[in-house]
């Protein structure tokens, strides 16, 4: 039991906090691309982009590291980057910027801090089982009370001042940090759940202490069955409950968390309804037609050339930690209405060319059998170190093959051997692919607005053809 406790509730803090921090700093590095000005000049730009290099964080993946946004967040070059409104991003220690001089990536400084509290939750243990009168015992007591004779044993003193700081100290403090944090995958809410439960049942072990332990006769049975360290652990039960299970079961279809929210709306509009006598009594909100109306594929054309939608797709793409994809296609397009303005109305040779997902190609063509013209090569190669070159700011999640074949079109400094203006079409299929992906959660969170809106757009209108 000392052992399983000290080392379980450990690895339980530990895991809890990377989450909850790692969270905060997706977010934060999402809201702060939307504000990113891509217009300035490419120098201005390039020192920009140093700032918010991805680097190797607690995930590996082409967002930004902590550590890497603050390597030059005092580099005035990277202040004409981000708009006036722009949040600040992260913030970093004295100490993680010492340790990033002596050579230390944020993995390793994680890593080494890990290591460092397992040794010493480690030698703690050694030590009780050592020193201590009930855990020295071969084959330990298995009835080690925490409280005897009205005093707490010295034994539990570090895990009660960790579990009590982490209760009221801690999971306030995460609460505060994840409150705007939001996001489409459920986490934050989640976190927050926990966050607000560990301190209730932190005190409801408290309070399950004072009770007679129920082993001598008369005393209430009620503390051997639900014991002090159960309700401690009440906080890590929920928390288990709302990342695990409930994920698990909505991976197969069921949503007890939706079902709860709709009765509640239901109900809720019910007796409000009632209450007001604002008219009869209604009782589960009629679905909308839209969904069964309008298919998926005209209404996300809808959201792509409606720009007051567009723009709330790109909010919720930040919260989906997919900021990049609206921001490529945006600056896809205006370059391919930049090409045909450059070139005219050059027709093409083959056919539109479709994505996977059968989105025909509504934006200005590119003209597959034509080299880039000089004049827009470094716009071409601006939109390249933008979005796919490896380690760039706003990295899209292409396939490697994909990048390395575009990079070794456009990855060279010289004007000469200009690849064709159809280069970034296959990285548009992709784009496009990964939007509609995620398009039914924006659909979820904008029922209300882009449904009744946009949702009555009848299939084969010319304005989403």
């Not at 059968?358 to 827009?376: A, C, E, F, K």
Request: aromatic residues 12%; hydrophobic residues 40%; proline residues 6%.
């Amino acid at each position: 039991m000392l052992w399983t406790g000290q080392i379980g509730y450990s690895l339980y803090v530990f895991s809890f906090a990377a989450r909850a921090l790692r969270l905060r700093h997706l977010f934060r590095v999402n809201q702060a691309k939307l504000h990113i000005d891509l217009q300035g000049s490419g120098n201005s730009i390039d020192k920009g982009f140093r700032r918010m290099n991805a680097g190797d964080g607690i995930i590996n993946s082409s967002k930004p590291s902590a550590s890497a946004i603050m390597e030059e967040a005092m580099d005035p070059g990277a202040a004409s980057m981000l708009g006036a409104q722009s949040m600040p991003v992260s913030s970093s220690t004295l100490g993680t910027r010492r340790l990033k001089r002596r050579g230390l990536s944020e993995a390793q400084i994680h890593y080494w801090t890990f290591i460092i509290v397992m040794v010493i939750v480690a030698a703690w243990c050694t030590y009780v089982q050592a020193k201590s009168e009930q855990y020295s015992v071969e084959p330990a007591s298995y009835y080690c009370p925490q409280i005897e004779n009205g005093r707490l044993r010295w034994e539990h003193w570090p895990f009660m001042v960790v579990s009590t700081a982490w209760s009221f100290i801690a999971c306030p403090l995460f609460v505060w940090l994840l409150w705007k944090a939001n996001d489409t995958y459920g986490i934050r809410r989640d976190m927050i759940v926990t966050s607000i439960a560990t301190p209730f049942f932190t005190i409801a072990s408290f309070v399950a202490q004072s009770f007679p332990f129920g082993h001598m006769p008369g005393e209430p049975t009620f503390p051997i069955w639900v014991p002090a360290t159960t309700w401690a652990l009440g906080g890590v039960y929920i928390g288990q409950w709302t990342a695990v299970a409930l994920p698990v079961l909505e991976s197969y279809g069921y949503h007890p968390v939706r079902r709860i929210r709709r009765w509640w709306r239901s109900y809720y509009s019910t007796f409000t309804e009632f209450a007001t006598r604002t008219g009869e009594i209604r009782g589960r909100r009629p679905s909308t037609k839209a969904v069964e109306t309008v298919p998926y594929q005209d209404l996300f054309r809808a959201v792509l050339e409606d720009p007051q939608w567009f723009e709330a797709f790109r909010s919720f793409s930040a919260r989906d930690f997919t900021t990049e994809n609206p921001m490529f296609f945006h600056e896809y397009r205006k370059l391919m209405l930049k090409v045909k303005a450059t070139l005219g109305n050059v027709a093409r040779d083959g056919p539109e060319s479709e994505s996977q997902l059968g989105l025909g190609v509504y934006l200005p063509p590119s003209t597959s059998n034509l080299p880039i013209p000089t004049v827009l090569a470094s716009d071409f190669r601006k939109l390249y170190r933008t979005f796919i070159r490896p380690s760039a700011a706003l990295q899209l999640n292409l396939p490697a093959h994909l990048v390395h074949q575009i990079s070794q079109q456009l990855g060279r400094k010289d004007e000469t051997g200009l690849p064709l203006i159809s280069v970034f079409d296959p990285v548009r299929t992709e784009v496009l692919t990964m939007m509609f992906q995620s398009f039914s959660k924006f659909v979820e969170e904008e029922k209300e607005g882009c449904l009744k809106s946009l949702g009555r757009l009848k299939p084969g209108n010319d304005a989403i053809a």
